[in-house]
Antibody
Framework: QVQLQQSGPGLVQPSQTLSLTCAIS??????????WNWIRQSPSRGLEWLGR?????????NYALSVKSRITVNPDTSKNQFSLQLNSVTPEDTAVYYC???????????WGQGTLVTVSS | QSVLTQPPSASGTPGQRVTISCSGG????????VVWYQQLPGTAPKLLIY???QRPSGVSDRFSGSKSGTSASLAISGLQSEDEADYYC??????????FGGGTKLTVL
């Protein structure tokens, strides 16, 4: 059974960097049949996919246009986890952030527990 | 503003059948399969339907999905109080992103 455990601060100051980590159990971040995603949810924006990282013969990333200039999703093979960094945050980045796997079914099938991140001074 | 369009609310009485619609475009629903999620308050979305009409192991057969062109539907038969939740449609978009509907809040009267 795949489990995703999120960690990271719940409060970030405006203009700073939001950083979250998603620890994987039951699968490998280096799996050639999975991709590792970040999604956020807010009342104003609904569910919004942010980006993903995946390994086939090399590591690749895809990012949403809305955050492409500010986002980095990185794998950490030594800890079997992946991370989200979102730079220059504003109050509009306040949301519940989820990590999720897309696996053999090709869909976002396993999700982390969610982390409420508030951007405020 | 969500890429996929869903009605904000739906309702039904116990035992009834309700349907929730999801409308998209040629780059998402029109060329890729549709996924449905159920979200209970304070929890992460749970996979309900994938590849338009397939149920993961453990999901009740009271839930069914369909797709036609650039639209899709989720049907819930034999409505139960525990079905009260938010429902989201999603699809992969050819621009290499996942897109979601705005969600439908289902109330069991």
């Amino acid at each position: 059974q795949v489990q995703l455990q999120q960690s990271g601060p719940g409060l970030v100051q405006p203009s700073q960097t939001l950083s979250l980590t998603c620890a994987i159990s039951g699968d490998s971040v280096s799996s050639k049949s999975a991709a590792w995603n970040w999604i956020r949810q807010s009342p104003s924006r609904g569910l919004e996919w942010l980006g993903r990282t995946y390994y086939r013969s090399r590591w690749s990333n895809n990012y949403a246009l809305s955050v492409k200039s500010r986002i980095t999703v990185n794998p950490d093979t030594s800890k079997n986890q992946f991370s989200l960094q979102l730079n220059s945050v504003t109050p509009e980045d306040t949301a519940v952030y989820y990590c999720a796997r897309s696996g053999d079914l090709g869909v976002l099938d396993y999700w982390g527990q969610g982390t409420l991140v508030t951007v405020s001074s | 503003q969500s890429v996929l369009t869903q009605p904000p609310s739906a309702s039904g009485t116990p035992g009834q059948r309700v349907t929730i619609s999801c409308s998209g475009g040629s780059s998402n629903i029109g060329s890729n399969t549709v996924v449905w999620y159920q979200q209970l308050p304070g929890t992460a979305p749970k996979l309900l339907i994938y590849r338009n009409d397939q149920r993961p192991s453990g999901v009740s057969d009271r839930f069914s999905g369909s797709k036609s062109g650039t639209s899709a539907s989720l049907a819930i038969s034999g409505l139960q109080s525990e079905d009260e939740a938010d429902y989201y449609c999603a699809a992969w978009d050819d621009s290499l992103t996942w897109v979601f509907g705005g969600g439908t809040k289902l109330t069991v009267l």
